[in-house]
Every structure is written in C-alpha cells, then in structure tokens.
C-alpha cells in the first residue's frame, strides 16, 4: 500500500536527513568478479552534491575495505564503514578498526587458501579482520563454501557468519552495518538527523533494522523479503532516484526524493 507523501522544502531536507548507501548491488553494479566492479562517473557527481547539501552527512557502508571504497569513490573523501564496519572513517578523517589476532588470521588464511583451492571457480577475498568466500562462478559449490563457513565459525567462537549475494563471509562478531550506523549517528554531521539507507543484500538487513529502530527511511534494492520498508527495482532505479533529487533541489522546488517511477517509495524526504 503506497505510503503518502511529506514533502519538505529543500532545506528541510538537507538538513534533516543522514544518507547511508552500500556500494555493490546499491550504487554499482554487480559484476563477475569484485575488482571489476565500478561506480559511474555521474553517480559520483550526484553523491558530492548530495554531500555537500547534507553538510557532509553522507557516508558509505560496505563489505570492501576502506581502500577499496576510497578507490571506488574517488576522488570523493566521505565517511565510510568498510569490511561491514570492522574498518570506520569518521566525518574528520579519524579511523578505528576491530581485529582479530594475528595467529588466527593467519591459521584462517592458510587453511581457507587450501579449501578454495579444491573448489574450482570459487573465490577467497581477504579483508584484513575479514574472510570473503565468493561462489558466484561456481554456484554448485554453494553448500560447500557454507559448510567450510560453518565449521570455521564452530572453530574459532570470535567469528561470525555473514551470508551474502553468492558469496559467504567471516568477520568479527559484533560487527555488522547496523552497529556502524549507530556509531555515525552519534557524532555531527549525522548526529540529531533521520537516517537513510539504501542496500541490496542479507548483509544490509542489520542496518535496515537500526534505520527503522530510529524511525528512519529503509529501502531495498531488488526484491526479495526484508526488513526494509521501501523498495527500489534496481541499481538504476537508484541511480534515477539520485539524480531526480538533485534535480528537484536544484531548482529549488519542494523536494521529495523519491523515485518517479517506484510508486512504493513515495516516503516523507
């Protein structure tokens, strides 16, 4: 059932409101292999001028590292929350990161090394405090990357499971995008605004969670269940979802940014 509009004037929405995106799946597109993912030269653009008519409050959450963001992002500096918010960059450059010892992340190095090895197509990404195993070129070793999860996870209690878009990850417990949200919003320029977040996968439902938990604007990317409230059909419906509030506020007139052509997203921004 389609939720009534609020528009606010575009003051009010600059001011009032804490933008959070993921990056794959959210702001790009999902490719065959994680280095060969991208972020268009115009979404940049659109999200340096949301930056700047946010007064800085704009922040990316990912499963990348913080290099890879920057990488991604660049030549944008913004807030960010890599590796699902083990790694955090605040609005004034200051970053804090959650570790494992050095032991285990070797012991896990070494032994998912040689397991990724016995299952041809599949993937391990190494994300410092993080394990990434990826099988979206071999989706029937699916339920042998789970079981090889899994039986880390039982091995060494610090670890959690985080299962994703055809790959499943290892991290730190307590780590997760819903925590990171809730550390941005207590310091300015997100302190005392409404949050937003916009994400496509099982790895962003912690943050849809804290987003409705603060009475904010959770929206999904795709379908699928979830605990988001809104939905976009997909990276380029964000992409128009962007654009189409730059240009509403551009032209000073009464902003909702909302997408013109997902009637399920007509929310009170």
């Known amino acids: 059932m389609p939720i009534p509009t609020d528009p606010v004037s575009p003051l009010q929405a600059t001011t009032a409101y804490a933008f959070f995106f993921d990056v794959d799946g959210t702001l790009a597109a999902i490719q065959p292999r994680p280095d060969e993912v991208f ?16 007064a800085g409050a704009v922040a990316l959450i990912s499963g990348r590292p913080i290099v890879e963001l920057d990488a991604l992002a660049a030549p944008l500096i913004l807030p960010l929350a890599g590796v699902h918010g083990a790694e955090r960059r605040d609005s004034e450059g200051r970053i804090t990161r959650v570790t494992l010892e050095p032991l285990t992340v070797s012991v896990l190095r070494r032994e998912l090394e040689q397991a990724i090895a016995s299952l041809p197509g599949c993937l391990l990404e190494t994300k410092g405090a993080a394990f990434a195993l990826h099988y979206r070129q071999a989706p029937h070793h699916q339920q042998q990357i789970e079981q090889l999860a899994a039986a880390m996870v039982a091995r060494f209690p610090e670890l959690a499971q985080q299962p994703g878009k055809c790959v499943v990850e290892l991290k730190p ?4 995008k819903g925590a990171a949200i809730t550390q941005f919003m207590q ?9 937003v977040f916009i994400g496509d996968d099982l790895t962003d439902e912690a943050g849809f969670k804290t987003v409705n938990s603060r009475g904010g604007i959770s929206i999904k990317v795709g379908s699928g269940s979830s605990e988001a ?3 976009l059909a997909d990276v380029n419906a ?15 007139a009464e902003a909702s940014l909302r997408s013109q052509s997902d009637e399920s997203l007509s929310r009170r921004i």
């Open 39 to 54: 972020i268009p030269a115009r979404v940049l653009d659109d999200l340096q001028w949301l930056a700047h008519y946010c």
């Open 173 to 176: 417990q307590g780590v997760n």
């Open 187 to 195: 310091r300015p320029p997100f302190a005392g605004r409404v949050p």
């Open 229 to 231: 409230r809104e939905h």
């Open 238 to 252: 964000v992409y128009h979802w962007l654009a189409q509030a730059r240009k509403q506020l551009d032209n000073g």
